[in-house]
């Protein structure tokens, strides 16, 4: 398995009792990683943990965090506070995060920092895309707006950057549907062959799908400019400035935990990116399944675009399970026998291929307990939790079909 270096070990944190089931409890973080499950089972609960891990890595290697700064208070109260993970621990929680160029460990009420020596690792940029979005679709002006959630706000920032950068129109993969955005009036449109409305009053789906969208899109593309138009090594002017930036944050007592952390993770943006680490939770909300295909299949295009970017998804939708199929068997065919892959794209986008060793899948019980998704030649298994859901619908309506006869005169 061609594993992308990152793994976290969790037990009895919030939701997840067990951990990992498999080999030594180490969930591996690939390039593409998935978590189906029940809700509350602890999706959001491993996802949040990861960006925060990810998050804090990024920060030690930049110089804006310092090691000696974070003690087990600070990285319950400020940075699991920050995405409303704070009350999960209990007095036998244990986390370990091994990362690209630090490791993390909390057990016993007590956290270490272990620095590790690469000499290859790309800078990411972090995104945590939070099932909320669509409330800033739902909302004109929303920028005026106080107290929102801090990963919302963070969202809702990199939100608005992407509405700029695309106010002459960029197109949804929706049937004939553009998004355009009116920078005087701040006000977001939806518009099509013959209709135009705003974002606000638009279908539930199209809320969800257009920030996830057009915020993924805009940061993906700004880093392949970067990679393209430069070294990506920041400056000692810049260093300093956002020093300078960084301290004012921290001094300033008017600002909460939240608000503070919220402005880090908005100054850390400013440094220069390598690579993209998408984390999205519920892709499939409010969508069509033949919508649902199309976003994923975008969303595997951008991780495909520059090296060093991963996925990371929660869902709830057999469908996203069964379109991830369709494109890592697509892979294996492509590679196989390249003279087809004219018919092949017209079911597959050849951008949006994956190879199966790039891929994970894990399931999260109703006890909290991990286990990865079997695989056959690379293909996820029918037997998941997913797929045994249909399979019980279909099973009750043959008892309902049962009675019916039984009861025939």
Wanted: net charge negative; glycine share 4%; with cysteine.
């Amino acid at each position: 398995m061609n594993l992308s270096g990152m793994q976290i070990k969790i037990q009895n944190f919030g939701p997840v009792r067990n951990g990992l089931i498999d080999s030594d409890g180490y969930i591996q973080i690939n390039d593409l990683t998935v978590f189906i499950g029940n809700q509350g089972t602890g999706k959001s609960t491993v996802a949040k943990l990861i960006s925060t891990f990810c998050w804090l890595e990024k920060a030690l290697f930049r110089g804006y965090v310092k090691a000696s700064s974070l003690s087990v208070s600070t990285f319950k109260n400020k940075y699991c506070k920050y995405q409303k993970i704070d009350d999960y621990f209990t007095s036998n929680s244990y986390i370990h995060f091994i990362g690209h160029v630090y490791e993390f460990e909390y057990r016993d009420d007590k956290f270490t920092i272990n620095h590790l020596q690469n000499e290859n690792y790309l800078v990411p940029q972090i995104m945590y895309v939070p099932a909320e979005r669509n409330f800033l679709s739902a909302v004109d002006r929303y920028q005026v707006l106080k107290s929102l959630p801090a990963p919302l706000y963070t969202f809702s920032e990199e939100f608005e950057k992407a509405e700029i950068a695309y106010k002459d129109g960029v197109a949804l993969p929706l049937k004939e549907a553009k998004f355009e955005y009116n920078v005087q009036h701040k006000l977001a449109y939806i518009s099509g062959k013959d209709y135009k409305i705003r974002l606000s009053e638009a279908s539930s789906g199209i809320q969800s799908l257009v920030p996830l969208f057009i915020v993924s899109q805009n940061l993906a593309q700004s880093i392949s400019k970067e990679n393209v138009s430069s070294k990506n090594e920041i400056s000692l002017t810049e260093r300093k400035m956002l020093e300078t930036e960084v301290e004012k944050i921290l001094l300033d007592k008017n600002l909460s935990e939240d608000v503070k952390m919220a402005s880090l993770q908005l100054v850390s943006s400013k440094f220069k990116k390598e690579c993209f680490f998408n984390i999205v939770e519920e892709i499939e909300q409010n969508l069509y399944p033949q919508s649902q295909k199309n976003i994923l299949f975008y969303l595997i295009e951008l991780l495909n675009r520059t090296k060093g970017n991963r996925l990371l998804l929660n869902t709830h939708s057999p469908y996203i399970i069964s379109y991830l199929t369709l494109a890592i068997k697509a892979k294996d065919i492509v590679d196989k026998i390249p003279d087809q892959s004219t018919e092949l794209s017209r079911i597959v986008p050849l951008a949006s291929c994956i190879d199966a060793d790039r891929v994970c899948i894990y399931e999260i019980d109703d006890n909290g307990t991990i286990r990865i998704l079997p695989a056959c030649n690379g293909i996820p298994s029918d037997e998941n939790l997913l797929n045994t859901l249909l399979a019980d619908t279909n099973f009750l309506y043959g008892q309902l079909q049962e009675i019916e006869e039984d009861n025939e005169v």
